[in-house]
Nanobody, 123 residues
Framework: QVQLVESGGGLVQAGGSLRLSCAAS????????MGWFRQAPGKEREFVTA????????DYADSVKGRFTISRDNSKSTMYLQMNSLKPEDTAVYYC????????????????WGQGTQVTVSS
C-alpha cells in the first residue's frame, strides 16, 4: 500500500506557473504508474496526465498539452506536475494517484489517492 501527499498548490495569476509535487511513502514507488487528476467545483473529476513507472511514457489531456509537464524521480519517491501558462479554467483541486501496472487515463483504474491540493488561477 502507498500513501500519497500532494503539495505546491496555491493562488496564481493567469499566465503564471506552479509546480505540484506528490510524495509517496509506504511502498516501492517505482512499481506504480502515476497520474494527476483534477476536480473543479460542480464538475466531475477529470484526467490531467499520467506517467509510466519508469517515466518513459506519458499521456496528457488535450486541454493541458503543451502547458503541463509530468515527471517523476523514483529515487525521491516523488512525482511532479509543472504547470505553465495557467488559465482560470485550470482552477481545481488537483489529486495524484497511483496504480500498479500500466498507466491509465481513467480515475477508476487507480488504487491510491492523495488528499488533493487547491490550485486557483485568477484572471
Amino acid at each position: 500500500q502507498v500513501q500519497l501527499v500532494e503539495s505546491g498548490g496555491g493562488l496564481v495569476q493567469a499566465g503564471g506557473s506552479l509546480r505540484l509535487s506528490c510524495a509517496a511513502s509506504g511502498s516501492t514507488f517505482s512499481i506504480y504508474a502515476m497520474g494527476w487528476f483534477r476536480q473543479a467545483p460542480g464538475k466531475e473529476r477529470e484526467f490531467v496526465t499520467a506517467i509510466s513507472w519508469n517515466g518513459a511514457s506519458t499521456d496528457y489531456a488535450d486541454s493541458v498539452k503543451g502547458r503541463f509537464t509530468i515527471s517523476r524521480d523514483n529515487s525521491k519517491s516523488t512525482m511532479y506536475l509543472q504547470m505553465n501558462s495557467l488559465k482560470p479554467e485550470d482552477t481545481a483541486v488537483y489529486y495524484c494517484a497511483a496504480k500498479r501496472g500500466r498507466r491509465a487515463v481513467v480515475s477508476a483504474a487507480y488504487e491510491y489517492w492523495g488528499q488533493g491540493t487547491q490550485v486557483t488561477v485568477s484572471s
